[in-house]
């Protein structure tokens, strides 16, 4: 079965790091925040090319650098992989998370993941069809990783709460700019979110530095995991220091 990760209640970190590690600077400010926060959580999403690519394993500087990210022990690595809001054939989404579960035998440094970052889910669960294909790949990632994978789902948006629902590790219940995350939203996520706010996380991009505290005092008790950038996508850490030490305030 997938790990629950509920042993920690504080606010954890859920990072999209889709930047190359062109040299072992690329990643430093990840590695700076993580050293200084040893107490604080961090489910770390690496995607060397909309998943792990076409071969067995990814370039010499993944390589370097993944071994690195692995070293740290308040560090969750997992793997991307896009299900395509379930257009995806299940045997190319399967074959990605098999690829990426096969890190782990790799001797020469420590580069797996411990589990699956999965993009472009539905938010609706009425069509057999999606749940269907979903439970196909939970099987998939629980096999590939021998039951004890993490499987976080990305809807972008809170899933209809049906029971036959798939289970997850966690589920992104938003994915949105700054600007359109009104205040509106944050009540909206306290009423909607349930007491188990482990299994839920946001991510916001584009917020202004002078929101940031504001966002984070309002939505820490709301979910479990969070990510907020001053940047418009996931390709710089800039703001990471600031947002890690609000989060550790």
Same mark, same amino acid.
């Not at 703001?239 to 305030?249: H, I, M, W």
């Given at each position: &079965? /997938?790990? %629950?990760? !509920?042993? !920690? %209640?504080?606010?954890?970190?859920?990072?999209?790091?889709?930047?190359?590690?062109?040299?072992?600077?690329? =990643?430093?400010?990840? +590695?700076?925040?993580? @050293?200084? /926060?040893?107490?604080?959580?961090?489910?770390?999403?690496?995607? %060397?090319?909309?998943?792990?690519?076409?071969?067995?394993?990814?370039?010499?500087?993944?390589?370097?650098?993944? #071994?690195?990210?692995?070293? *740290?022990?308040?560090?969750?690595?997992?793997?991307?992989?896009?299900?395509?809001?379930?257009?995806?054939? $299940?045997?190319?989404?399967?074959?990605?998370?098999?690829?990426?579960?096969?890190? @782990?035998?790799?001797?020469?440094? !420590?580069?797996?993941?411990?589990?699956?970052?999965?993009?472009?889910?539905?938010?609706?669960?009425?069509?057999?069809?999606?749940?269907?294909?979903?439970?196909?790949?939970?099987?998939?990632?629980?096999?590939?990783?021998?039951?004890?994978?993490?499987?976080?789902?990305?809807?972008?948006?809170?899933?209809?709460?049906? %029971?036959?629902?798939?289970?997850?590790?966690? @589920?992104?219940?938003?994915?949105?700019?700054?600007?359109?995350?009104?205040?509106?939203?944050? #009540? =909206?996520? !306290?009423?909607?979110?349930?007491?188990?706010?482990?299994? +839920?996380?946001?991510?916001?991009?584009?917020?202004?530095?002078?929101? &940031? &505290? *504001? $966002?984070?005092?309002?939505?820490?008790?709301?979910?479990?995991?969070?990510?907020?950038?001053?940047?418009?996508?996931?390709?710089?850490?800039?703001?990471?220091?600031?947002?890690?030490?609000?989060?550790? #305030?």
């Amino acid at each position: &079965m /997938h790990a %629950p990760l !509920k042993s !920690k %209640p504080r606010l954890g970190i859920i990072l999209p790091l889709y930047i190359y590690p062109l040299s072992s600077e690329s =990643w430093k400010p990840l +590695y700076d925040a993580v @050293t200084a /926060h040893k107490d604080l959580q961090f489910l770390v999403i690496v995607n %060397p090319n909309s998943g792990p690519g076409t071969t067995p394993l990814p370039d010499e500087n993944y390589l370097r650098e993944l #071994a690195v990210l692995n070293a *740290h022990p308040n560090i969750i690595t997992l793997g991307y992989v896009s299900s395509s809001y379930c257009r995806r054939s $299940l045997q190319a989404v399967c074959s990605e998370i098999e690829v990426y579960a096969s890190w @782990t035998s790799y001797q020469e440094g !420590k580069i797996q993941v411990q589990g699956i970052f999965l993009d472009e889910c539905p938010d609706w669960w009425q069509k057999d069809a999606n749940s269907t294909y979903l439970h196909a790949v939970q099987s998939c990632t629980e096999a590939a990783f021998a039951n004890a994978s993490v499987i976080i789902h990305n809807p972008g948006a809170r899933p209809a709460p049906l %029971p036959q629902r798939v289970r997850t590790t966690a @589920t992104i219940i938003r994915e949105d700019s700054a600007a359109r995350f009104a205040t509106t939203d944050i #009540a =909206w996520t !306290k009423a909607s979110t349930p007491s188990d706010r482990a299994e +839920y996380a946001i991510i916001l991009y584009d917020v202004p530095r002078e929101q &940031m &505290m *504001h $966002l984070v005092k309002s939505l820490r008790d709301q979910v479990g995991w969070l990510y907020l950038t001053a940047s418009a996508g996931y390709t710089a850490l800039d703001s990471l220091a600031e947002f890690c030490d609000l989060v550790n #305030a």
